[in-house]
């Protein structure tokens, strides 16, 4: 099948597979899988031109609602912590995409920058799985409280039927995000994630992806938040912010004529369509899977993706 404006020819399936198995796998800790579909599109597909960014942007778009609705379903959706991602990525994003197409056009330069920042990230959530807590701080007992409860609960749900407990806010300002979970009060600064988020969706517009994978490890790493209360609030983050970028680089796509911006919308939407699937079915198993496991996928593909593309640089 030849899809046009990324210039190549491949199976259809293949796409689809891509999208699914992704999904899966990274909607458990609350990424959409973009970032790893964009070293996918690079160097499997031959996909290089700067409309990769926001081929990329449109599968988020058709993927993720799906385990959006899964996690608001089974009432684990934080939507005061959503909200203040929004507001901090969307601005980032739209700056991100124009810098994207203005100084990172060029794919070697945008490969070395792109495994920069994965390769950072997963050094820095696997440095804060390795590093044990500070004494005193109780970290390690509170992991192990928050699993034996989903274990508890997950054979309740198997004997009785009855859905899990649900995410409670108890307050917002601009002070602070609170809630309880699984009879934990978990606190989060909201200024604190409304700056990280801003940064971010800098990134992540260069990037071509909405931030997810950049801003669910640091919520779990420098916040110190249950992993399983940030993957609903990361995923609507990137889908509204995707929606943004996704726009603009259609927008500004007439004034480079002489280079390919907009996204490959078949592609798009055959990667999304698997990537929905995926995302359902992920946000479904995240909350049966050990908590220290995400973080460790996590910061392993992290790793892997951005060595590949410092050390491919240099060779």
Known sequence: MLFPVAGIEVAPWIPFVAGFAVAFVCSMGGVS??????????????????????????????????????????????????????AGTVPGVLLGAILRVKYLPDPTHFKVFAGLVLL????????????????????????????????NFRKQETQSKEPLPRITTTS????????SFYGENISAPTMGIFILSLVVGLVGGVYGIG?????????????????YTIAGACLMGT???????????QAIAPLYPHMAIAPDWILGILMGVGGAIGMYAGARMQKFVPAQAIKWLLAFILMFTGGSYVIGFFL
């Not at 440095?127 to 007992?141: D, V």
């Not at 994978?213 to 779990?220: D, K, L, S, T, Y």
């Open 33 to 86: 899988g973009a970032f790893l579909l964009l070293p996918f599109q690079m160097s499997v597909l031959g996909f290089v031109t700067p409309a990769v960014s926001a081929t990329n942007h449109l599968y988020n778009i058709v993927a993720i609602p799906s385990g959006v609705y899964r996690f608001i379903q089974e009432g684990r959706m934080v939507w005061p912590l959503a909200w203040v991602i929004i």
């Open 239 to 249: 889908f509204t912010t995707s929606v943004a970028a996704a726009g603009i680089y």
């Open 120 to 151: 950072y990230i997963g050094s820095v959530m696997a440095h804060s799985l390795i590093k044990k807590p500070a004494p005193g701080s109780g970290k390690a007992s509170s992991e192990q409280r928050f699993q034996e409860l989903v274990s």
């Open 211 to 227: 931030g997810g994978a950049i801003i669910a490890p640091f919520f779990v790493t420098m916040f110190r938040l249950p992993v």
């Open 172 to 179: 917002f300002s601009l002070k602070s995000i609170d809630y």
